[in-house]
């Protein structure tokens, strides 16, 4: 069955800090992986998206990392603001037809003064 | 140039209604989706759309729900009657095309919050 399971659930640092969230999907055959930023009230904002042959990706303070072998995706957050305060979604893409979208259920980041 | 515009952005209703939820999508994106999204979970997809047609409806309650998409562009998604349970937000996205470089890039719209009293 075709999973995303991301970790922690939730995540409290303080501003400046860096921290790192984990993403592990069973999809296959895997196309893509994307991370979103969903601020509270608000839709979903991409952040990065990566294929099978890309390691790394970064976004300013955001760099995503990707292990296809391991199937095993990371987002690390450089020197946190509270603006970062969201829930950070890993969304899998499976490859054929449609590229079916398979959601985790988000990390939700908490950043305190 | 604007984004995926839904409406309304909230709305509550007693058990037993009707709700309509509307989405006007980016001008020309192909593809549209439904989304229902509960508290502190991921998105789920109720529907896809590719122009006006329904390329993935398998997740969609058509006991209850029902969406059309007119002419390929905007798109309705229909509940009657609300329970309960249906109590969420419901988001709306649009893409290019469902398989462009970069693959498939989704924009969401700011959602739709429906309350079921």
């Known amino acids: 069955k075709n999973q995303v399971e991301q970790s922690p659930q939730s995540l409290i640092i303080l501003e400046g800090k860096n921290c790192t969230l984990q993403?592990?999907?069973?999809?296959?055959?895997?196309?893509?992986l994307r991370w979103y930023k969903q601020d509270t009230g608000r839709g979903p904002v991409s952040l990065t998206i990566m294929t099978f042959s890309e390691n790394t990706k970064s976004n300013g303070r955001y760099t995503a990392t990707l292990d296809a072998d391991t199937k095993q995706s990371s987002l690390h957050i450089t020197a946190s603001q509270l603006s970062d305060s969201a829930s950070y979604i890993c969304?899998?893409?499976?490859?054929?037809?449609?590229?079916?979208?398979?959601f985790g259920a988000g990390t939700r980041l908490a950043v305190h003064p | 140039e604007a984004g995926v515009v839904q409406s309304p952005r909230y709305k509550i209703i007693e058990k037993k209604q009707p709700v309509a939820f509307w989405c006007n999508p980016i001008s020309g994106h192909n593809t549209l989706y439904w989304y229902l999204q509960n508290l502190g979970q991921g998105p789920e997809l109720l529907i896809r759309y590719e122009n006006e047609e329904a390329v993935d409806d398998s997740q969609l309650p058509k006991d209850r729900f029902s969406a059309e998409r007119l002419k390929g562009v905007d798109s309705t998604l229909k509940i009657q009657p609300a329970e309960l349970g249906d109590s969420a937000v419901y988001l709306c996205?649009?893409?290019?095309?469902?398989?462009?470089?970069?693959?498939?890039?989704?924009?969401f719209g700011e959602g739709s919050r429906l309350t079921v009293l």
């Open positions: 996205a649009s893409s290019p095309t469902g398989q462009a470089t970069p693959p498939g890039e989704l924009f």
């Open positions: 969304v899998v893409s499976a490859r054929g037809g449609y590229n079916k979208l398979i």
């Open positions: 993403c592990n999907y069973t999809v296959s055959p895997f196309s893509n």
